[in-house]
Nanobody, 115 residues
């Protein structure tokens, strides 16, 4: 069973930066398409960024130019570098892995942007 564990969340002031990590257990990490999602209180869970096994990326319009997704297959880890953070970025951030019809979610890490 593949497991994914997020880390790196916390409290940051508006305009600040954070880097989230999602570490995978098991093998074959490099062939997964990896996602970052976020869910604010009372809101649906929305996709933030995606990176394919080939390294292609895409972002939600709300984070383009501020967030960067990357992966280190040797470390079995996907990252989300977040800059110029805004209060509306406050949410629980989840990573998701997809391989064919199979999907695996992490448990999430809280990001709070507040002064």
């Amino acid at each position: 069973q593949v497991q994914f564990v997020e880390s790196g969340g916390g409290l940051v002031q508006p305009g600040g930066s954070l880097r989230l990590s999602c570490a995978a257990s098991g093998s074959s990490f490099s062939i997964y398409t990896m996602f970052w999602y976020r869910q604010a209180p009372g809101q649906q869970r929305d996709m933030v960024a995606i990176i394919t096994s080939g390294g292609n990326t895409n972002y939600a319009d709300s984070v383009k130019g501020r967030f960067t997704i990357s992966r280190d297959n040797a470390e079995n880890t996907v990252y989300l570098q977040m800059s110029s953070l805004k209060p509306e970025d406050t949410a629980v951030y989840y990573c998701k892995a997809r391989l064919g019809l199979r999907e695996y979610w992490g448990r999430g890490t809280q990001v709070t942007v507040s002064s």
